[in-house]
């Protein structure tokens, strides 16, 4: 089930204003309102427009996945000792926290900027 609370924090957290983000997701922004207060909730076609604006997930807006539950998971793994962990909502990233590591990381990040890149409109 949509949750405003998680709308309102994923788009301060990229520090755009509801004008902003109603420009993007193409509604008014007395929508953005009323979605951010649980007093409406974008239909299923909205909801995926505002998960690509946010740069998220329909699910983490749905608030089907939770951050403290998986860390949790990794404070009780014994194996997750001496590892980089990453988790920004829905990318999770387990890695030996060897110098290696951080190059899988770096080809990862560049994959998604080309992805980015390549989904934005041309100029």
């Not at 990229?14 to 109603?22: C, R």
């Not at 951050?67 to 997750?80: G, P, Q």
């Not at 909502?89 to 990381?105: Q, T």
Request: glycine share 2%; aromatic share 4%; net charge neutral.
């Amino acid at each position: 089930m949509f949750q405003g609370s998680k709308l309102k924090e994923q788009r301060e957290l990229l520090h755009l204003s509801q004008e902003s983000l109603a420009d993007r997701v193409n509604v008014h922004v007395n929508t953005i309102r009323r979605w951010e207060q649980d007093k409406q909730s974008p239909d299923a076609k909205k909801l995926a427009r505002l998960a690509e604006a946010l740069t998220t997930s329909v699910a983490s807006l749905s608030g089907e996945t939770n951050a403290s539950v998986l860390e949790e998971k990794v404070r009780n793994d014994e194996d997750a000792k001496d590892r980089l962990i990453i988790n920004n909502n829905d990318i999770h990233i387990n890695l030996p926290d060897r110098p290696e590591s951080f190059e899988i990381l770096r080809r990862f990040f560049d994959m998604q900027i080309a992805k980015a890149k390549s989904a934005a409109p041309a100029m």
